[in-house]
């Protein structure tokens, strides 16, 4: 792999929103960008995508040297696949197809070129099932938009060399995401399995007539996510019950866990997922006391609150 | 029940964030509020959750006539009931405590009143099966902290009079929150319920050594939150798919609805329900295309994001 500060020109494969979100990314951090779409018909929706996305790069910043001009649609694959540094995969998240993919790069792609796949929650262990150098492919996989929102899911297969995930790692930092290793395999990662957990119980109260899809959201974007924006759940608990922090939370709540409050069951609450909870919060307090967590909750939750408001 | 314009004065009851989070957000309003604490240990850190809250409520932009010499602290409950035209109910999270303290109401609080409980999630039917004056009892259940985050979700017991949740609803959108009236009362309602699934999805994932609190936290803020203070998940599911939007959605995600994604397992997508989804969708889009809602949702993601780094 080429040193980070070598990279010039990546490739963003797929022609629906994350590819073209991806490509976006990539291109507003000033590097070029080879862009395939599997199909004609798609070019003027990821125009569309690329467009959109640049109004607001442009609001957050972009990197000296960084141009429109700087992107390349093929719809050639194998032109595509050559002399980049690094290729990002957005194809339809059906596995045969993503399967198909990775047989073709055996050929297509340089052996020493990292490719990161951005599924949602497939393994990287199945869709390289059939592939023969799977050892440089892992995936990478951001949240719509891709060119905005800043994480990335970083997990290998148990065929993925250890160096090439150290080395992802620092390519999404380099470039300003915010890369999450994984510490194994798991369907959905971490943040879609959250999402989808919320999603599934969204859905079945839909269906029982619970709630319409405008409550749903009403309650998300007024409730839960101005302070998620700055405090995962685990600290929001945390600091939501004061002195006592996350030991409190499990202790008051914890018998709520066993309420019909969601239909997905709760683990037994026992004292090691007690203490795993309790001292993950600690760690990320960082020895700051509640007063001041809750003041810095407060001040981010206001930060957003206004911005929204203005914007 | 006053006219919303005669009010002067609530009870907030309870010392600990949500209590105290209430009674800061109602002196904010310019209201006098009267604060109930069981115990004098609790003292201390009331007024220091007032204190704290009361920095951010400046910033947010008080009420003419707002003053924190509108708080009267009391450990009397008959002296801290008399007198208001509204209360708001935060003691502890446990079933027999709110049912106790609701059998008290009958002879302490005038029968003209209405009294709203903070509740996660509990039933008011259960909460005041035992008051002889149910029919002015109601869940008005706010996201932590109170004082900062609008959401406050409504809904009523078979005996809570109708014109009682009207009023309510009046009542809480007057004192600049974001109330949503529910349909029928549902353990953990909607939003703790979209909440719980996430928590506990996160729980087993820590139990299982698949994430670390962390790794959790750190996902949340950088991945759905910074979009979900704008955009519920509906929405963002529907705009993430370009033109074809829900519908789109369901098609291409709908098998994904059956992968193990998180432990929640998903409803049937039945077609009545895929009708719900795409039409609850297009009703909040009102006739505006993917493009239109693309922009929308990058710019308050820009802004969010804009903000939290300035912070």
Redesign the interface.
Known sequence: MKRLDEITTVASIGG??IGGGWAAHFLAKGLKVKCYLHDKSEHQ?FV??IE??W??LI??GLTEGASLKNMKISFDLAETLSEVDFVQESV??VLNIKQQFYEKIDHLLDNNIVISSST??LLISDITVNCKTAYRAVVGHP???PY????V?VVGSSKTKPQIIDWVKEFYTYFEK?P?V???E???F??????????????????N?????????????????????????????HV????GGMATNLD??GP??E?????????Q?DK??RN??VD??N??AKGQDF?TL??K????????????K??
Do not use: Y
Request: glycine content about 6%; hydrophobic content about 45%.
């Open positions: 629906g929103p929706q569309d995508i959109t996305a109004d607001s609001q957050l339809p998240e949602s929650g949240f719509n938009p905005l929102l800043p994480l899911e915010v999450l994984l510490n194994k798991i369907p959905g971490i943040a879609t399995r959250l999402q989808e957990a919320l999603w599934r119980e969204a859905l079945h109260m839909v269906k007539n619970e709630a319409t899809p405008e409550q749903i959201d009403l309650a998300l974007i007024n409730g839960p996510a101005p302070r998620m924006a700055h405090q995962g759940q685990c600290m929001a608990f939501a019950c004061g002195a008051q709540f709520a866990l309420l019909p409050w969601t239909r997905l069951k709760a683990p609450l090691s997922l795993k909870m993950g919060c760690k990320m007063k809750a003041d909750r407060d001040k981010a939750i206001v930060a957003v609150l206004n911005a929204l203005q914007n």
